[in-house]
Nanobody, 124 residues
Framework: QVQLVESGGGLVQAGGSLRLSCAAS????????MGWFRQAPGKEREFVAA????????YGGDSVKGRFTISRDNAKNTVYLQMNSLKPEDTAIYYC?????????????????WGQGTQVTVSS
């Protein structure tokens, strides 16, 4: 089994930045895709970004492009999400996810492992 542990969430003012981290541990996980989703109250889980083992990436809609950057340290089995120019509408629980597949899926059902989530709150 693979465990994913997120960190780095918190409260920030609009325009600020946060960096989320997600470390994978347990059963060896390599060669797969790691990514981020978010879920705001009353809304469905939304794809944010994902990256393959070889550093190909994709992002969700225009709402995050240009502001969020995903990166990965394979030696540490860790994926990061740098979030800049945060807006109140970015407020959500952010979940790390991992897939043993090599494709950049955007659907939650395509991911095999999930973290417990970390709260990001952006005040106006």
């Amino acid at each position: 089994q693979v465990q994913l542990v997120e960190s780095g969430g918190g409260l920030v003012q609009a325009g600020g930045s946060l960096r989320l981290s997600c470390a994978a541990s347990g059963r060896t996980f390599s060669g797969g895709v790691m990514g981020w989703f978010r879920q705001a109250p009353g809304k469905e889980r939304e794809f944010v970004a994902a990256m393959t083992y070889n550093y190909f990436n994709t992002y969700g809609g225009d709402s995050v492009k240009g502001r969020f950057t995903i990166s990965r340290d394979n030696a540490k089995n860790t994926v990061y999400l740098q979030m800049n120019s945060l807006k109140p509408e970015d407020t959500a629980i952010y979940y790390c996810a991992a897939s043993r597949a090599s494709k950049l899926y955007t659907e939650p059902g395509s991911y095999d492992y999930w973290g417990q989530g970390t709260q990001v709150t952006v005040s106006s």
